[in-house]
C-alpha cells in the first residue's frame, strides 16, 4: 500500500501539524481513512462542511453545474453567482456581495473597502481596529490583522494600519481609536483563538461606539456564520447589524468560496477597484447556492440550537466528571472544552484511535464543530468515546 504520508513529507511544505490519518472518503458526519477505519467526524474540515460530508444537495449541484457551465471570468453575468448574492442579501441585513475564494480573501477585500471609506469619508483614515488573539487569516495584512504573535513574528515587518487590542473590552477600542482610525473589525466568537465568547454586551458596545465615531463595524463570520452558532449569522443573536461582514467555511458546504457583505453606506468600490480571477464563478457559486438554500429551507439553525444545546449538556456533564476540565464554552455547534494542563494533542489522538476526530484549538483546550446536521445519537457516540479518552487521563 502506498505509503501518502511519507509521500507527503517528501513533497509538500511542512506547514500543518497533521494527525497521522490519510481520509479518502466522507459521507455524512462521518470518515473513513485508507485502512477502511471509521471515524465520526467533529472538526467538518475546520467548520466547513456543513452539512456534512458529499451531501447530496451539494454533490448533485456541483455535478449539475459540471455538466453546464464550471469557469468564466467575472467579465461575464452568471447566474449561480447572482442567484447567490440575492440569497444572501434577502436573508441578512446586507445589500451587496462580492464573492471571492477563501475567508482571507473576504477580510482583504472587507479592509480594503474600509480603507477606500476612510479616504471617502474619513480624511484618509486608514487604521483598522482588531483584537489580540484573533485569527483574520494567512495573507501578510490579514497575518497583521491577526493579533497573535505567533503567526506575526517570522513575517515581520508586517504591513501597517492594524491595531490590536484586548477583545471583549470596549474600553481598549476606545483608548485604540484615533484621527486615523476607519474601521473596528472582530469576531462575534473567536473560533481559533479558542472558542471565545465575548461579554454579551461588547458587540452592542462596539456598534454604539462606531456610530459615534464615524467608523465602519467589520464582522468576521468566517467561523460562526452559515449556521455555526444557532442562527444563520452570530450577528443575528446580538441586537446589532455590522456594516461590513465576511463569510466563508460553511458557506460551500465543502467548495472553497467567500464573500464579503455590505451595506449601501460602506459598498464603496467602484468599477475596476476589486476583483478575482475565481471569485464566485459558477461552480462554487453553485455549491454555495446549493448548500445556502438547504439550510434556510430546513431551518438548520433551529436544528443547531437543540443538537447544540444536547452537545452542550454532554459536555457540561463530562466537566462535572473530570475536575481537570475548567470550562466549558461555546455557542450552537461550536464549542471549546479548556483543561487545567495542555494534554489536547494527547486527548485528539486518543480520540483519534478510538474513532473520534476533534481539534486540538489550544494546548490546553479542545473545539467542537460537527456538521450541522449532527444527530444527538451522534453526539452520544462522541461523548462516549471523549469520555473514555478523558478517563485515561484521570
Ligand atoms: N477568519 C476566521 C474567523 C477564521 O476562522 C478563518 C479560518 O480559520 C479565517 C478568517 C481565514 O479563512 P481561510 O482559511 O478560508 O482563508
Known amino acids: 500500500m502506498t505509503n501518502w504520508q511519507e509521500l507527503e513529507k517528501k513533497y509538500y511544505f511542512q506547514v ?17 481513512d485508507d485502512t477502511g477505519k471509521e471515524y465520526l467526524d467533529f472538526t467538518a ?6 452539512l456534512g460530508h458529499c451531501h447530496p444537495v451539494v454533490a448533485q449541484a456541483l455535478a449539475d453545474q459540471a455538466n453546464t ?7 461575464f453575468y452568471t447566474v449561480p453567482q447572482i442567484r447567490l448574492a440575492q440569497l444572501l442579501v434577502e436573508n441578512s441585513c446586507f445589500d451587496k456581495v462580492f464573492l471571492c475564494n477563501s475567508g482571507t480573501e473576504a477580510n482583504e477585500g472587507a ?40 503567526f506575526q513574528q517570522p513575517y515581520i515587518p508586517l504591513p501597517s494600519g492594524f491595531v490590536n487590542v484586548e477583545y471583549s473590552s470596549i474600553e481598549a477600542i476606545e483608548k485604540a481609536t484615533t484621527s486615523q482610525t476607519c474601521a473596528v473589525m472582530v469576531e462575534p466568537i473567536q473560533g481559533e483563538g479558542g472558542v471565545i465568547v465575548p461579554a454579551e454586551d461588547y458587540l452592542k458596545k462596539v ?15 468566517i467561523q460562526t456564520g452559515i449556521g455555526r452558532t444557532g442562527t444563520l449569522f452570530a450577528y443575528q443573536q446580538s441586537g446589532i447589524e455590522p456594516d461590513i461582514m465576511t463569510l466563508a467555511k460553511g458557506l460551500g458546504g465543502g467548495v472553497p468560496i467567500g464573500a464579503v457583505l455590505a451595506t449601501n453606506k460602506s459598498a464603496v468600490f467602484e468599477l475596476g477597484e476589486h476583483g478575482s480571477t475565481y471569485g464566485g464563478n459558477p461552480l462554487a457559486s453553485a455549491a454555495a447556492l446549493a448548500t445556502l438554500k438547504f ?22 456533564e463530562m466537566k462535572s466528571k473530570f475536575d481537570f476540565i475548567v470550562e466549558v464554552r461555546g455557542r450552537g455547534l461550536l464549542w471549546a472544552m479548556e483543561f487545567n494542563r495542555e494534554i489536547a494533542d494527547s486527548l485528539v489522538s486518543a480520540c483519534q484511535e478510538r474513532g473520534l476526530l476533534v481539534n486540538g484549538v489550544k494546548p490546553n483546550a479542545l473545539r467542537f464543530m460537527p456538521p450541522l446536521i449532527i444527530s444527538e445519537a451522534e453526539v452520544d457516540q462522541a461523548k462516549e468515546i471523549l469520555q473514555e479518552a478523558l478517563a485515561s487521563f484521570s
Open 111 to 150: 479592509v480594503k473597502l474600509a480603507r477606500k471609506y476612510g479616504k471617502l469619508h474619513r480624511k484618509g483614515a486608514f487604521e483598522v481596529i482588531t483584537t489580540f488573539n484573533s485569527f483574520h487569516g494567512r495573507t501578510l495584512a490579514m497575518v497583521a490583522a491577526t493579533g497573535q504573535r505567533k
Open 16 to 32: 500543518v501539524k497533521r494527525l497521522p490519518v490519510t481520509l479518502v472518503r466522507g459521507q455524512g458526519a462521518r470518515v473513513w
Open 69 to 75: 457551465l464550471i469557469h468564466t471570468s467575472n467579465q
Open 207 to 221: 456598534r454604539a461606539w462606531c456610530d459615534q465615531k464615524g467608523l465602519l463595524l467589520i464582522l468576521d463570520e
Open 295 to 316: 439550510i434556510l429551507e430546513n431551518d438548520v439553525s433551529a436544528k443547531v440550537r437543540q443538537v447544540g444545546q444536547y452537545l452542550a449538556s454532554k459536555l457540561e
Open 45 to 50: 474540515g475546520w467548520a466547513v462542511n456543513s
